[in-house]
């Protein structure tokens, strides 16, 4: 059929050029051209396999702006390119700098080198043309934070006009390991190199072709290295939202160049209220939070296991403990359980979910918050102890003071006989970035936010590519499988789980409840399996049984927590779902009134969330066993109210938006010298001018050179 096919094809060419008066019949030289270019339009892959070795496991550096200006790193349109060079300690960076005589060059960092001391001698040469860091492991000992000594500074409560004493970190210095590397903006490409084993090709070609012998440099071929990642948005917010704008205005093709960092945030409440209505205005509701999201220097690199993820398993664990409670009913006031996404820049998500509130865009109001509980940071506690920290400034309120004092005295009550101690903060200490800020800059709330950390915080790896399961302590027995890693109960999860119980036990004195509360308790098992969810796997068989069929691809490998600019990102489904999962209710629906619950008469649609589950595996077989839940989970959008009101140049909301680019890759291949380079041009030209000239001394002399001779046996009359 395909050699049927072909010569059909070849009548159709043939009868369209008998057809043409332009086209004339092709003499053979130039059949044999358009073979050698059919031919290699085939070879060409394969060529460029044969030249080039894709890093295929590597992370850019990617552009963000803000109101203000850019941050991050860039290649050249056409991608950047240098000879590597390996830098492994800081002496090697003289090679590079000064003495070596190729430049530019491509440096391969160890990552113990990659610090603020060493990118600042790098960004001020042009011998440098890009960077690719090796990861160091074990992590950095002393610690690495690219992120701002100050996080969030100016966007929080504190400011000239609220505890000027407090502002820009005035008092405490949260994070004093922060280089703000993160913040800085190279103009050129910085790769992460996730792979060891494509590190060690990187080496080995270095070591074969690159390594100076005898204190002069290395002979051609060299092994080198070509990074891209061109960004389209330069400068700031302002001016690639303004350009998109123009763009979709007057353009039939809009080219955006960047986009707003958006998602959405996850919450529900104890008991059930109308999503699309409004809470009484009387109605007391307790607000418990947490961040879902984290960062790090490179795109899509966000561990996050210590500035988020033990912050939110611990939220979650105390949602479903108390949902256990058997008169949550009964209780005086709400629970409103958080969690906001886009945290790290700028608290995108608590400033989106106050202007909702303010504008009667969201359920609840302001005034219906009666206390304000947030989770953050807590894995790293010492001798169990939690600090419970206050805004100094709003306690010289009376009215405020005597509450904040009821709050501290009932969490520290609900720790007796926990294996946690929980210790207040002083007076004349401010709040840690948090998202209570955000709601504490429109109004007076009484609030506490749980730390492990009293003043600096713990963690040395805060928005950091560090900041992993290892950095929170989280160690497995050797040899397990993947099954029972998921249900392996760490140390870790035990001391979360305690924290968690605690927190439950509060909520619920707090909401008014009045029975004992040594049921109430936080399953350890369960902290386990978000754990290895969040940090270790996401593709396992529990998520794979509590979330839709629909969005099963939504399960990576390895989690990251970054808010990204298209939503919901994995993290925000899977806690939506877990969420459902521990505080919803199955009900015996069939797949077609889950869906569609405003169907059913019985449903209560405007009060609960329906969701069409897998379900986990049938034992007798590869099909699983679906099922329907139903919750209070809601979700509410994430994106800054600048973005909404166009007012890209805000410096009351966040304006973090992420260039778009064209590709992200890397590649190393060998490079002649650029005499050879030059030598193999110019003989390319001449056998190109001869070749020409030779075709066309035959096709004038064709009739002679190709003429057929006269039959002898013929007679011409």
């Not at 910085?190 to 990187?202: G, H, K, P, R, Y």
């Not at 059930?272 to 409004?278: A, M, T």
């Not at 290892?470 to 109960?489: A, D, F, W």
């Not at 379900?615 to 066993?625: A, C, E, I, K």
Request: proline share 6%.
């Amino acid at each position: 059929m395909a050699a049927a096919g072909s010569a059909g094809r070849g009548r159709g060419m043939e009868a369209a050029l008998r057809g043409s008066r332009v086209l004339l019949p092709l003499p053979a030289w130039g059949r044999l051209l358009l073979a050698v270019l059919a031919a290699g339009s085939c070879w060409g892959n394969s060529v460029e396999r044969k030249i080039y070795i894709p890093l295929n496991k590597t992370a850019p550096c990617v552009r963000l702006l803000n109101a203000t200006h850019q941050i991050g790193c860039q290649s050249s349109i056409s991608g950047d390119t240098g000879v590597i060079h390996v830098v492994e300690k800081e002496e090697d960076l003289n090679w590079v700098l000064a003495d070596g005589p190729h430049p530019p060059y491509m440096i391969l960092l160890d990552g113990n080198l990659f610090n603020r001391r060493v990118m600042q001698q790098l960004k001020g040469t042009s011998r440098v043309s890009g960077l690719a860091v090796a990861t160091a492991k074990p992590s950095p000992p002393q610690g690495f934070s690219p992120g701002l000594k100050c996080p969030n500074d100016g966007f929080g409560v504190y400011s000239k006009d609220y505890g000027p004493q407090f502002a820009h970190c005035n008092r405490t210095v949260w994070n004093p390991v922060g280089s703000g590397l993160s913040y800085e903006d190279f103009d050129f490409p910085i790769f992460l190199l996730e792979d060891a084993n494509e590190t060690q090709v990187i080496k080995q070609c270095y070591q074969d072709h690159n390594v100076p012998r005898g204190g002069a440099g290395p002979e051609y071929p060299l092994c080198a290295m070509q990074l891209f990642s061109h960004m389209h948005a330069v400068t700031s917010t302002v001016t690639c939202m303004r350009r998109s704008s123009l763009q979709s205005t007057f353009s039939i093709n809009p080219e955006v160049v960047c986009d707003p960092l958006l998602d959405y945030n996850v919450w529900s409440t104890l008991q059930p209220i109308n999503s699309s209505g409004k809470v009484d205005p009387e109605k007391e509701v307790i607000m418990v939070a947490t961040r879902i999201d984290s960062h790090s220097f490179f795109w899509n690199i966000a561990p996050g296991a210590e500035s988020a993820v033990s912050s939110f398993v611990t939220h979650l664990a105390a949602a479903e403990a108390l949902h256990k409670a058997s008169d949550i009913h009964l209780l005086q006031r709400n629970i409103m359980f958080t969690f906001f996404q886009g945290e790290t820049f700028d608290y995108i998500g608590s400033s989106r979910m106050v202007y909702d509130m303010e504008k009667d865009k969201f359920p609840l109001r302001l005034s219906n918050i009666y206390s304000f509980v947030e989770l953050n940071q807590v894995a790293l506690r010492n001798d169990s102890t939690l600090w419970m920290h206050t805004d100094p400034v709003s306690r010289m309120n009376d009215s405020v003071e005597v509450q904040v004092r009821n709050l501290l005295d009932i969490l520290s009550n609900s720790s007796v006989g926990a294996n946690v101690t929980l210790q207040e903060v002083g007076h004349s200490q401010p709040l840690p970035p948090s998202s209570f800020q955000r709601f504490l800059r429109a109004r007076h709330i009484p609030g506490v936010v749980l730390t492990d950390h009293r003043t600096a915080f713990q963690n040395r790896y805060y928005q950091s590519m560090y900041d992993t399961p290892e950095n929170i302590r989280m160690q497995y027995p050797e040899g397990l499988s993947p099954e029972e890693t998921l249900e392996y109960v760490t140390d870790t999860a035990k001391s979360l789980a305690e924290v968690a119980t605690v927190v439950a036990r509060a909520l619920y004195r707090l909401a008014g409840g009045a029975n004992n509360t040594s049921a109430i308790q936080a399953d350890p098992k369960t902290v386990s399996r978000m754990l290895y969810g969040f940090l270790i796997k996401m593709n396992n068989s529990w998520f794979q049984s509590i979330i839709k069929p629909d969005i099963k691809g939504i399960l990576g490998d390895v989690p990251q927590h970054y808010v990204a600019v298209s939503s919901p990102v994995n993290t925000t489904y899977l806690v939506q779902y877990v969420l459902a999962n521990l505080t919803g209710t199955v009900v015996n629906l069939t797949r077609e009134e889950c869906l569609n619950p405003e169907k059913t008469p019985s449903t209560e649609k405007e009060m609960y969330e329906y969701a069409w589950v897998q379900g986990s595996l049938d034992p007798n077989s590869t099909s699983r066993v679906p099922y329907c839940v139903r919750s209070t989970v809601h979700l509410s959008k994430a994106l800054s109210p600048a973005f909404e009101l166009r007012q890209w140049g805000s410096t009351e909301y966040s304006t973090w938006t992420e260039s778009r680019w064209k590709e992200i890759r890397a590649r190393i291949f060998l490079v002649a010298s650029k005499e050879l380079e030059i030598l193999t041009l110019v003989v390319g030209i001449v056998i190109l001018v001869v070749s020409l000239l030779a075709t066309y001394f035959i096709n004038a002399k064709a009739d002679v050179l190709f003429s057929v001779p006269r039959d002898p046996g013929a007679v011409a009359y």
